[in-house]
């Protein structure tokens, strides 16, 4: 069973470039999410959907877009990266907004 | 700003000894969950621990929960080099929609 498929595993964008994480689960769960993992600062929510047409902002949003246009895929996209935006993403999914996630291992982005 | 908070920060045990991790939120919540994650891995659902509940086991892991602090707390009995990783408190607010936000984290390394 496949889960939650990020990609890519790894990519090195220059500063100012556009860049779309791809998540797609096959789980058929209603919920999904975009965290981001900093060293010392845990995983911080960007955004999630609690079901496929809905999209939420969570702690961190600004300078991150998200579609949900149907249950499996939800991208995230960064119009213009800056460095700051350097972190490991991970894409999670829950069968209903209150229940357990299940992660995608991350995708490590680096912004020159 | 960060709903939970892990203490310690790190944590250095012997096989064959307990560790014991805690978790403080601020708001009221409908559940919280505490997950592990391996270096370089996607996070993975140890246990999820109801608003309504006191105490919850699942094989060596033990977690308890005390509303009126706001806290909460995992142990680990009889340690095994294998259970080396970070682990997160994460919760879910008592509010329809919300996602799960996650702890700093605590790292434990278990010394063979």
């Known amino acids: 069973t496949a889960g939650i498929t990020q990609a890519p595993t790894s990519q090195i964008l220059a500063a100012g470039r556009s860049m779309t994480l791809r998540c797609t689960q096959d789980m058929r769960h209603n919920a999904m999410y975009w965290y981001r993992q900093d060293l010392g600062l845990g995983l911080r929510l960007i955004h999630y959907?609690?079901?496929?047409?809905?999209?939420g902002k969570g702690e961190v949003p600004d300078g991150y877009s998200v579609s949900r246009a149907n249950t499996d895929d939800f991208p995230l996209t960064l119009a213009s990266a800056v460095p700051s935006q350097t972190s490991v993403y991970f894409c999670?999914?829950?069968?209903?907004?209150?229940?357990?996630?299940?992660f995608g291992e991350g995708s490590r982005l680096t912004v020159l | 700003s960060q709903q939970g908070e892990e203490d310690p920060q790190a944590l250095s045990i012997q096989e064959g000894e307990n560790a014991t991790m805690n978790c403080s939120y601020k708001t009221s919540i409908n559940n919280l969950q505490w997950y592990r994650q391996n270096s370089g891995r996607g996070l993975v659902h140890l246990i999820l621990?109801?608003?309504?509940?006191r105490e919850k086991h699942s094989g060596r892991l033990r977690v308890t929960l005390d509303t009126s602090k706001k806290s909460s707390s995992l142990l680990i009995t009889a340690s095994r080099a294998a259970d080396t990783a970070s682990y997160f408190c994460?919760?879910?607010?008592?509010?329809?929609?919300?996602?799960?936000?996650f702890g700093k984290g605590t790292t434990l390394s278990v010394s063979s």
């Open positions: 999670a999914s829950s069968p209903e907004s209150t229940g357990e996630l299940f």
């Open positions: 994460a919760t879910r607010r008592n509010q329809a929609g919300t996602a799960l936000i």
């Open positions: 621990i109801r608003s309504n509940e």
């Open positions: 959907s609690n079901t496929a047409g809905t999209t």
